[in-house]
């Protein structure tokens, strides 16, 4: 789907199965932001469209930065397109080739343009975060958002129901938390940034 729209939640609290491709400022007037039913619900739901917002601001500033190293395919879901009131955070991947990232060269370019130097996906760069078991990349620390790199043939470290580990486009195209289908949003490409 590329017409810039989002339909709203199933009564699962998942987006319908498909690729929605929207640009940042679609995804900020479309139901991820503004809540389910936002003129019905106005405000009543605890519907946070405020946190929302701001974590698609530092989506921005992270799309700007890959769009500026030539990454054009950015996809993104989580918690963030689910019916949930305050996610944690946005999660995602991008497309990018085996030599770049295998080499260092596309987190060193990232770094030389992100003030914080926060593109890494080393484990040991993890840090705990007060009230969350899990330790968190330095991105989410900065920015409440993790892009992870994809490249074709690669898991992801994620298993689905049957303990097989899954590439990135499957893993994010289901529920972590029963393996059922769900839709994700692809960022679309601005011409023209950073």
Known sequence: M??????????????????????LD?????????????????????????????????????????WHVGITDIFVDGSF??????????????????????SGDLARKLNLIDPYKIWTWDPRSRKPYRGYPKRQLPMWHRYRVELYP????????????????????????QSRLNGEPRGIVKIQYQRGQP
């Not at 397109?81 to 305050?86: C, F, Q, R, S």
């Not at 992801?156 to 893993?171: C, K, M, T, V, Y």
Request: hydrophobic share 35%; glycine share 12%.
């Open 150 to 173: 994809h490249v074709a043939g690669l898991g992801s470290g994620i298993l689905d129901r049957h303990g097989q580990e899954l590439e990135f486009p499957s893993a994010f195209r």
């Open 2 to 23: 590329t017409d810039g729209s989002i339909p709203e939640f199933r009564p699962n609290g998942l987006l319908p199965p498909g690729d929605y491709e929207l640009s």
């Open 26 to 66: 679609e995804l900020r007037a479309s139901v991820l932001v503004n809540g389910p039913d936002a003129t019905a619900n106005a405000g009543s739901s605890g519907w946070d469209s405020a946190w929302r917002g701001l974590l698609v601001d530092n989506l921005q500033v992270l799309c700007k930065q890959l």
């Open 81 to 102: 397109a689910e019916d949930k009131a305050h996610p944690n955070d946005i999660d995602g991947y991008f497309v990018c080739d085996m030599r770049s990232l295998a």
